[in-house]
């Protein structure tokens, strides 16, 4: 009978976990890195409009046996169930439990001519490739423009998205930070806040669009840190557009909003399918 040692089985979780900085949930960087072998992909030979892709391999990665595997996703969901603004844990938690999600999303992806370029070239969103400053500058009502100023607005900076730790497939490794790096892109098309409300209107959106059992756990679980009138505000309001844009949008990873900096956000969301979220302020009073 195999015998498996209890280091193997379980020391890895405490070890993980030891790699997670406690930062909020950004990162910029995605897997090149792979059980020492450098994943190259296939281009067209021409460097992407938003400049040359970056040489990303970083540190930390693991890869983990379905027992392992099970161990990190209760650890990943006891924490964050504790402590919701465990960033770290959530990361964790949506990579351990998220392939299959991911795989779909990847056929999604492949389906389209402008998802295959995405995953082609491999756009990274970070302060390198995406000037800010630049942007407020832009005409005010393009898609860059609003883009910029919701990132100002809030002390927001785009290499702050965690990285990449514990999915080993390179293509599904990217589709997971490109989704964490859209996330930014989404508020601004949608008009949503970064408020606990407006996060988890927009988690709705992304369950639907992604089934991702990370998104899930956030769109039901963090519904009860709410009070009694945003409850009712997010069933009743935010939750009946969620449904509606989720349901009868485009595939949000289908878009290239790097090269939709200059397109008027009207023309983009009518495009794309999402309608600005409605305006809860005289709800909440």
Same mark, same amino acid.
């Given at each position: ?35 020492g ?17 970056r ?7 693991f ?9 990190v ?14 960033a ?22 492949? %389906?389209?001519? #402008? +998802? ?8 990274? =969103?970070? @302060?390198?490739?995406?000037? &800010? ?60 806040p ?12 992304? %369950?639907?669009? #992604? +089934? ?7 769109a039901? =679980?963090? @519904?009860?840190r709410?009070? &009694? ?41 009518e ?13 909440l009073?």
């Amino acid at each position: 009978m195999l015998r498996l040692s209890p280091l193997k089985c379980w020391a890895p979780t405490s070890l993980l976990y030891s790699r997670f900085p406690r930062l909020p949930f950004r990162g910029s960087e995605s897997l090149d890195k792979v059980h020492g072998i450098i994943f190259r992909y296939k281009t067209s030979g021409k460097i992407p409009f938003y400049g040359a892709a970056r040489d990303t391999r970083p540190t930390g990665l693991f890869s983990l046996s379905p027992l392992q595997r099970i161990s990190v996703a209760v650890h990943s969901a006891t924490t964050a169930l504790a402590d919701p603004s465990r960033a770290d844990a959530v990361a964790a938690l949506g990579e351990v439990t998220g392939h299959m999600a991911l795989y779909a999303m990847y056929d999604k992806m492949m %389906l389209d001519p #402008t +998802g295959q370029r995405i995953l082609r070239d491999r756009p990274i =969103v970070d @302060s390198k490739i995406i000037d &800010l400053n630049a942007l407020l500058k832009s005409d005010e009502g393009t898609f860059g423009h609003v883009y910029a100023k919701f990132m100002q607005s809030h002390g927001f900076d785009p290499d702050e998205r965690s990285n990449v730790r514990f999915i080993s497939d390179p293509e599904l490794s990217y589709i997971m930070l490109r989704y964490r790096q859209c996330h930014d892109f989404w508020h601004a098309l949608s008009g949503l806040p970064p408020t606990v409300l407006g996060e988890l209107a927009l988690k709705w959106v992304e %369950l639907l669009q #992604t +089934g991702l059992p990370v998104a899930a756990l956030s769109a039901t =679980v963090g @519904s009860l840190r709410l009070s &009694l009138r945003e409850r009712d505000i997010l069933h009743n309001i935010y939750l009946p557009w969620a449904v509606q844009v989720g349901k009868n949008s485009t595939f949000l990873m289908n878009t290239y909003y790097e090269g939709e900096f200059e397109t008027n956000i009207h023309v983009l969301r009518e495009r794309i399918g999402i309608e600005p979220a409605p305006d809860v302020e005289n709800w909440l009073g």
